[in-house]
Structure formats: C-alpha cells, structure tokens
C-alpha cells in the first residue's frame, strides 16, 4: 500500500462520514420522525440488496447489460414522456439561443449573458445540431438527454468492472447509477450536466488504459476537452489525471525504466495537448464563422468566487451580489468590483472556515434539486416531497457504502485506479468550497461517488451472503430432516 492510496482513502473516508452525518439528518427532517426515517432506510437496504443479489447471481453478463440497460432506458423515456415540463432559467436562455443559432441567427451572442458567460456557446451549438437535425421538439433533446444517461452507467459498468477488477463491482455501479431517482428525474431537463457527465467519465475509462497505446490517451484528452465544451470543469478531470498519472512516473523515473517514464510522460503531455487544442479550435472556429466575437476563454473571471465566498447565503446565487456587479460595465471594471468583495470576504478567517464547513453539508448532503429542477412550474408540491422522500434513504445508503469502501481500500489498498476518481472528487470538493453552491452541481459527480461507494456496497452484500446460510444449506439441512 502507497502513502498515496492512504492519504487519498482517509480524505474521502471523511468526506464520505460528513456526507453520511449531513445527508442522515437532512433526511430525517423530511420523514419528521427517526423510526420511520429507520424503516424506509431498512426497507431501501432490503431492495437494494436483493438487487444486487438478483443481478450478481442470476445472470450472465450480456443478459445484466440487456436487462437492466433496458429497464434504465425505459424509466427515463417513461418520465420524460409523462412529465412535459418546458425549460427555464439557464436552460431556458440556451434553449432559446439554440432555436436561433438552428435558423442561422446568431445575435444572441452579444446578449449579456453569453458576454459574460461564452463557455456556454458549446452546449447552445449542440442544442442547436439537434434542432437543425431532428426539428425543434423539447422531447428529441430530452431523449438526447436520457441516451447519454444509459451510455454513462454503461461506462460506469466499465470502469468498475476495471477499477477493483472484479465484474461484479461494475454490475452495482451500474445499477445504482441506472435508477438512483435524480439521474431519472433529471432527463427532463434541458442541462448540459448529461452529455458533459458522459464525454468525462469516457475519458477517465480510457485514462485507466494507463498501460495501452498512446492513441488512448490523446482519445481521452479529446472526450475531456469536447466535455469542457458542454461544461467548463474539464480542469478538474486534468488535474485529477496528473495526480493519477505524476507518482506513477515518479517511480519509473527514480528506478531503471526512465524510457517507460519517458512513455508516461509524453501520455499525458498527449492528453493536456488534445485538451487544449479543442478548446483552442473550438473558439477559433466560433469568432472565424462570425457567431460570435468573444474567445470561449474570456467571460466572468471573478464572479463565481464573489458568489461562493458570500457567508450570508452560504454561497449560493443571490440578487444581492447580482444586482451589485451589474452596476459595473463588463470587463475590468467589473472584475475589479469583484476581487474588491472576494477580499472583503475573506477577511474573517473564522467565518469562512464556518462557511466551508457550511458549504460542504449542504452541496453533499442537503436534498438533491432533480425534483425541483424537473418539476418546476407545474406547480406539484406533493410529488416533488415524494420523489425527496424516495431518493433520501438511498443517498444516506450511498454514503454509508462509500465510507465502508475508503476503509477497505485504505485496509486492502485494492484498486490502485480508483486514486483516479478520488483525486477527482477531493478536486471537485475542493473548487465547489470556493465557488458558487448549488446542490445540483452534485449530478456532475454522482457518477464517481456511485462508482467509489460500489466496492462498499458489494462489500456489504458479501459480508450478508457469509453471514446467510445458503439455499444449498438449507436444502441438505431439509433432507437429514434438521
């Protein structure tokens, strides 16, 4: 075992015990009574261990993918076909953007939204292929939506499977994935959390190919660099692959193999290259074809760090700090306006060690906003606490799951791929204490909190079935007639 694999177990061991604290008592105001917070915890441990029983015992792994890919796909056209909620906010604003774009009109850039945010234009083009393509139906993007979800639980399945190199680990990571409740609900909406989630978990399956041809490699800053199009958090996953990457490299170069660190090395000079060359063609290609006249690479520098540090409202949005910076004119002037408030802020060392702390309980372990999100103007209250009522206990069972998993790997030190995705995720913890909070971000991570908590939860289903006499027990035991 590395001093790595400690460190980095230990930090999302505790992660995972905060999140599991937090999220416990969240929930436990939702059901207003401990004993019936108890039952539905018990209940949900019950189906999900049956689940796994039922999908790791009684089938082949074409007939798990089939089954359940299947049933994943059908839950989310099912909701997404029932729920015919229209787009607002943000997802509004590109939506509207993309409609325009489709029709060739691209005035919509010099709005002040895509001024001060041009990181956007990427999802809005996408939106607007779709549209160009298929017409201008909310359900061709929702359905969009729903097959980049399915393709991302199969990658998890993947990556898994790879990760603690056991078929098994993958088949729960993929399961809970597939129906863990926000993932569903959140196919309705319009965001660019479903194709960015997908192109980086497909560049971290193919960074796990540390040892394969360097065409990965470059294929993986690709996937990474396309996602940070959709969504501007692609640093993450780069400093994430060079924490996974560096030591590794370290070693090789401290012993004989200086020409595989050699190797090593120009892999992931590969990676950050393929990155940012997307970026840089992609904004090229933008200003050259006259949609725009703003580098993806400007926009607001400041204002997610002014918004973040706020303790009054812990770190959320607020039209207080909105209405605040809009008495500035975009450019220097503004972001001057902005560092003045974040040096304000940060002031008080005590209390913004207060607001992280603040922070960090309610982005992981608040109540997700998929309800809210999903749900919005059609003005149904009762399902939207239903849906919250549902998705508690197996949030709570998740990161019980997840702290297991950081004792065994820290014991085990099994799973040397899985530093991957904890750097990733102690990154992302880390950027989402400074910047702007919002509980939906979370769905950006899900998908490699699932895949870490997956070897606790195989874990604990192991321990049951050694635990449990098995049918073949109990089958000798009716015959000697005990």
Not at 21 to 35: K, P, Q
Not at 227 to 242: D, F, K, S, T
Not at 401 to 420: C, D, P, Q, Y
């Amino acid at each position: 075992m590395t001093f790595r694999t400690r460190i980095l177990s230990t930090a999302g061991g505790l992660f995972f015990l905060t999140i599991l604290v937090s999220s416990f008592a969240n929930t436990m105001s939702i059901y207003e009574s401990v004993w019936k917070m108890l039952a539905a915890l018990a209940v949900t441990f019950i189906v999900v261990v049956f689940v796994i029983y039922w999908a790791t015992q009684h089938l082949s792994r074409k007939m798990f993918l089939i089954v359940f890919l299947t049933l994943g796909l059908a839950c989310r056209v099912a909701w997404i076909l029932w729920n015919p909620a229209l787009p607002e906010s943000d997802f509004l604003f590109m939506y509207n953007a993309a409609q325009e774009a489709a029709s060739g009109n691209f005035a919509y850039s010099d709005s002040p939204y895509y001024i001060s945010f041009p990181y956007q234009h990427g999802f809005t083009i996408y939106e607007a292929a779709v549209i160009k393509l298929f017409g201008n139906h909310l359900i061709v993007l929702k359905l969009f939506n729903v097959l980049f979800s399915i393709g991302t639980a199969a990658i998890l399945y993947y990556s898994a499977k790879k990760v603690f190199n056991n078929e098994n680990y993958g088949r729960v990571a993929a399961l809970i994935y597939l129906f863990y409740i926000p993932n569903i609900l959140m196919c309705s909406v319009l965001t660019n959390q479903h194709i960015s989630v997908f192109l980086f978990m497909l560049g971290c399956l193919l960074l796990l190919r540390v040892r394969d041809s360097f065409i990965h490699w470059l294929l993986a800053g690709l996937a990474i660099g396309l996602g940070n199009l959709m969504r501007p958090i692609g640093i993450v996953y780069l400093a994430g692959a060079a924490l996974f990457v560096l030591p590794m490299l370290w070693q090789l170069w401290r012993g004989s193999a200086k020409r595989q660190a050699g190797v090593m090395a120009g892999k992931l000079g590969g990676v950050i290259i393929a990155y940012y060359l997307v970026q840089l063609l992609a904004s090229t290609s933008l200003i050259s074809s006259g949609v725009t006249q703003h580098s993806l690479f400007e926009g607001e520098k400041y204002w997610k760090f002014m918004v973040g540090l706020n303790a009054e409202t812990n770190g959320s949005w607020n039209k207080e700090d909105a209405n605040y910076v809009n008495q500035y004119p975009y450019g220097e002037e503004r972001y001057q306006a902005e560092l003045i408030k974040i040096k304000e802020r940060l002031e008080d060392k005590s209390e913004v060690a207060a607001l992280l702390g603040r922070k960090l309980s309610i982005m992981w372990g608040s109540s997700d906003s998929a309800a809210y999100w999903s749900l919005r103007g059609l003005d149904n209250w009762e399902l939207e606490q239903k849906m919250q009522r549902w998705e508690g206990p197996m949030y709570v069972l998740m990161c019980a799951f997840g702290v297991i998993s950081m004792m065994a790997l820290w014991r085990t030190g099994k799973g040397n791929e899985a530093l991957l995705y904890l750097g990733l995720l102690l990154f992302y913890i880390g950027a989402h204490l400074l910047v702007e909070n919002q509980p939906r971000y979370r769905l950006d991570f899900i998908p490699v909190l699932i895949l870490l908590q997956s070897y606790g939860a195989y874990q604990v289903f192991s321990w049951i079935r050694q635990t449990l006499p098995s049918s073949a027990d109990l089958r000798r035991e009716r015959e000697i007639g005990l």
